[in-house]
């Protein structure tokens, strides 16, 4: 194993050469700004929906409360750049830090309840940070929070997504990674084995607020407002129906997920009053159809080992 | 010298006796057999011993990598103290590979840290490399090469118990607790198992303590026997002296 | 003082709706390990029922509610045919899912149907106000009705799982569903039977809160949806007189706390005991304590 392998290159020049592709067709004006609003919005997605397969799909902790962590980096990174004035690097690092110091202060307490009781108190978690934020009057309450300069462009995006997904595909496939599969799969035999459980569930918790932080700050810094409403319970559901449907598990599964969700969503504002309907059989027919998501836990390869195109799908 | 020593050790469930009154020495480099009939505390009796339950009163005291008493132990400690072990009713990582689920043992011996593995720095290539080819070694004594990328739920049982004993061997144990490793395996199966653990002390250096059922295996392998019965210790010696220990025969028989 | 004993008056009446609904996520719960999300708009369509019945058809409002029950509680069974039975043996997490899709087919399936504007419950029961030891104190009839009809389903509750054979079978089904299969328990028939009692409960409620606050609109039963499963998890899950007793406990503890101030926090209040209760008695206040063999 080496870095510099033909495959690691190839995939270096794939993802420069999107971004350069997509920076030219933004430029020329042939991606327009409804093209890019639904690209931030993918984008944005992905990032959560990787950083919550962390914790729910790959370390198997059941967490209804993902969108509380992108809310806090909504708002860190709101009053950094539009209250204090900070670019938006500054932004974007305190949303992160925030995030994921929220994260261990959860983490902490409640990863001693397992299954069930994890999602519910994860849920009331999520909905006491939006019960605070509507009644904080310096983020402006249910009003929310005005006149966030826009920073979020391509380049943000598109690095931001490009590094959650590198961290945690290397974080899953390092040691620390395997030991919170290993939780998922028998906690009681991966502690026998030493693998400190509860260090490596807050940590996962840790990792995955981290990056639901930077989404939330990306999430700030486009749309110029932000409301506590907007990352209430069902945000965290949106999150977690991505990461289902996409596959609990495989990355790749849930770039897919949010992919194809965010379309289904964005087809559905043709109809307005049955949207949710709409939206509810689709959710109920996937979950009886393909339970096991679109890409199971496997991921989707671009390249093989020695550098070619293979285009498969692979276990590991 | 020795390695394990248990002193007054209870524990009882809700004011039911599991385990009363066990005193013990273990020494070192021993295969030590572990009969009773079902429910006498056998396996209650490990789970004290890898820090899965506490004692009710009385203490553990191991002398291996350190000396250490039961007042510190936590199950995900153990391994670091040298304490290794399986599970009666096999708990592999079932969507995990083979490979994988070997790796987990080896956990505690990887020595890159958080950062290297978030970037994937060199020292991450360096030590999976390492970790892999020491792993791979341990598959091949144990005949499981071919099977690496075999999830372990795809397993047949017998290879599952297999997989398992590598997994705790992985971790570089002094001590290694076996909980009925012969269970569901066939005559064929059992022979070579008694292999296996024989070689694997000389190889690895170890103590062995096994809970078995098995009287063949039992009498075959070990250098001294425990009996436990109704949670207490009923009687300790070598194979001949068990096999022909009154005591022992009406618990196993009833009778009076 | 007075102030004090108004906001315990009102605090029982909120916490009757609270565990009439806790008792039917309580039992689902035991017998199928779902948390059922759609039980809250059980609730509300609980609430239409007993408004159209009252406002279009002039039902007085026993018959209202025993109709209303009766209509939430087949609608319960289909869920459970239609929506949860393919889910049995998938994983929690698309069975959760499940129950949230349902959820929000419900709310805005109505919501397409009634529009989602506000409507206000007919007043049905006599205007009686009784003042409470001699002070400013009062207790309004809907009081009285409320925790009367209340007190009375529990009472039938806990004949039905306790007397009957049903309540029997579903005992058993909820501490063991292949045992109790093996023994001839028609699984299906009682799950059939615990949906049915659940949600007519949840039916119940809706019209109680209606005649109660008045109000009522498409979105009403998310948040009291939730407030009754956090009262059956207080209470411990799965245990019937916990759920009674978290709804009560939880009821009477946000009307304190909106009485001294704290309205606009009582919603996180009750998030926050949630939490507590789970860190220190994980299995709730009345659950037992069950620990993973190894």
Not at chain 1, 193 to 215: E, H, Q, S
Not at chain 2, 10 to 21: D, E, L, P, R, T
Not at chain 2, 162 to 177: D, N
Request: with cysteine; net charge neutral.
């Amino acid at each position: 194993m080496k870095i510099l392998t033909k495959k690691n290159i190839y995939t270096l020049v794939l993802v420069l050469l999107i971004y350069f592709l997509v920076l030219l067709l933004s430029n020329v004006g042939i991606i327009d700004s409804y093209i890019q609003l639904n690209m931030v919005i993918v984008g944005i997605n992905i990032i959560l929906a990787v950083s919550l397969n962390l914790i729910t799909g790959f370390t198997g902790q059941f967490s209804l409360g993902h969108a509380a962590f992108m809310a806090i980096g909504a708002y860190a990174s709101g009053i950094m750049t539009a209250k204090l004035g900070q670019p938006f690097i500054v932004g974007v690092a305190v949303a992160a830090l925030s995030a994921s110091l929220a994260g261990l202060l959860i983490g902490i307490p409640t990863l001693r309840l397992r299954g069930d009781y994890l999602a519910i108190a994860t849920l009331g978690f999520g909905e006491i940070i939006k019960i605070i934020g509507l009644n904080n009057d310096y983020v402006g309450g249910a009003i929310g929070l005005n006149d966030i300069p826009r920073y979020t462009n391509w380049t943000w995006l598109y690095f931001s997504v490009i590094a959650t997904i590198f961290i945690i595909s290397n974080f899953v496939k390092s040691y620390h990674g395997r030991a919170c599969i290993s939780i998922r799969e028998d906690e009681i035999a991966a502690e026998a084995m030493g693998v400190n459980t509860t260090y490596y569930k807050i940590l996962a918790f840790v990792i995955g607020a981290f990056f639901a932080g930077i989404a939330g700050a990306l999430y700030a810094n486009y749309f110029y407002f932000i409301k506590p409403d907007t990352f209430g319970f069902m945000k965290s559901i949106d999150i977690l129906v991505i990461v289902v449907f996409g596959g609990m598990g495989s990355i790749t599964g849930s770039i897919v997920g949010a992919v194809i969700l965010s379309v289904i969503s964005s087809f559905l504002q043709g109809f307005p009053e049955l949207r949710m309907v709409i939206y509810a059989v689709i959710l109920f027919l996937i979950m009886v159809y393909r339970p096991q998501g679109v890409m199971g836990d496997k991921e989707f390869k671009l390249f093989n080992k020695e550098g070619g195109l293979s285009g498969n799908v692979s276990s590991k | 010298m020795e390695m394990l020593v248990v002193n007054n050790l209870y524990k009882s469930f809700g004011g039911v006796k599991a385990v009363s009154n066990i005193n013990m020495k273990i020494e070192e480099g021993q295969i030590v057999g572990l009969i009773g009939p079902n429910g006498a505390g056998k396996t209650t009796f490990f789970n004290l011993l890898t820090g899965i339950y506490s004692p009710s009163s009385g203490d553990i005291v191991y002398k291996l990598n350190q000396e250490i008493s039961s007042i510190n132990f936590r199950p995900s400690r153990m391994v670091k103290y040298g304490v290794a072990r399986t599970f009666q009713n096999i708990r592999l990582f079932k969507e995990m590979t083979v490979l994988e689920n070997v790796l987990i043992g080896y956990h505690n011996n990887f020595k890159y840290n958080l950062f290297t593995s978030l970037f994937r720095l060199p020292g991450y290539y360096k030590h999976e490399d390492e970790a892999y080819d020491e792993v791979v070694e341990l598959l091949k004594t144990f005949n499981l090469y071919d099977k690496k990328d075999v999830l372990a739920k795809n397993l047949p049982y017998g290879e599952q118990r297999k997989v398992e004993i590598a997994r705790a061997l992985a971790s570089k144990p002094k001590l290694l607790l076996l909980d009925e490793p012969a269970a569901g395996m066939n005559p064929q199966e059992t022979r070579e198992l008694t292999e296996l653990i024989q070689w694997i002390r000389e190889e690895f250096d170890l103590t062995v303590i096994l809970i078995e059922h098995d009287m063949s295996l039992v009498m075959d392998l070990c250098d001294d026997i425990i009996v436990f019965n109704y949670g207490t210790l009923l009687a300790r010696g070598t194979p001949e002296e068990i096999q022909n220990n009154p005591e022992v025969i009406k618990a196993y028989l009833g009778g009076e | 003082m007075e102030h004090f004993i108004q906001q315990i008056v009102n605090g029982i009446s909120l916490g009757s709706i609270y565990a009439l609904m806790a008792l039917g996520y309580t039992m689902v719960y035991g017998i199928i390990k779902l948390i059922n999300f759609a039980h809250g708009e059980i609730y509300m369509v609980g609430a239409y029922i007993g408004y159209a019945l009252t406002t279009f058809f002039n039902f007085g409002f026993f018959p209202a509610l025993i109709l209303s029950m009766i209509l939430t509680s087949l609608l319960g069974v289909v869920i459970e045919k239609v929506a949860y039975k393919p889910m049995r043996n998938s994983t929690r997490i698309a069975a959760l899912i499940t129950a949230i899709a349902v959820s929000m087919f419900l709310q805005y399936g109505m919501m397409y149907f009634v529009t989602p504007q506000t409507r206000s419950y007919p007043n049905i029961l006599p205007d009686i106000q009784v003042s409470l030891f001699g002070t400013n104190a009062v207790v309004d009839i809907r009081n009285i009705y409320i925790l009367t009809v209340t007190i009375v389903l529990m009472l039938l509750l806990q004949y039905v799982i306790h007397k009957t054979k049903t309540g029997k079978a579903m005992r058993a089904v909820a501490l063991d569903g292949d045992a109790s299969q093996l023994m001839g328990i028609d699984m299906n028939k009682t799950i059939s039977y615990t949906f049915a009692i659940g949600s007519a409960l949840a039916g119940a409620a809706g019209v109680l809160v209606g005649i109660y606050y008045n109000t009522i609109n498409p979105l009403m039963g998310a948040v009291p949806g939730l407030k009754a499963f956090i009262a059956a998890v207080i209470g411990g899950i799965g245990v019937i007189p916990g759920a009674v007793f978290g709804g009560f406990f939880l009821g009477v503890t946000e009307t304190v706390v909106s009485a001294l101030g704290g309205s606009l926090y009582k919603d996180a209040v009750a998030f926050a005991i949630l939490i507590l209760v789970l860190l220190i008695k994980p299995n709730g206040i009345f659950g037992s304590n069950q620990r993973e063999k190894v």
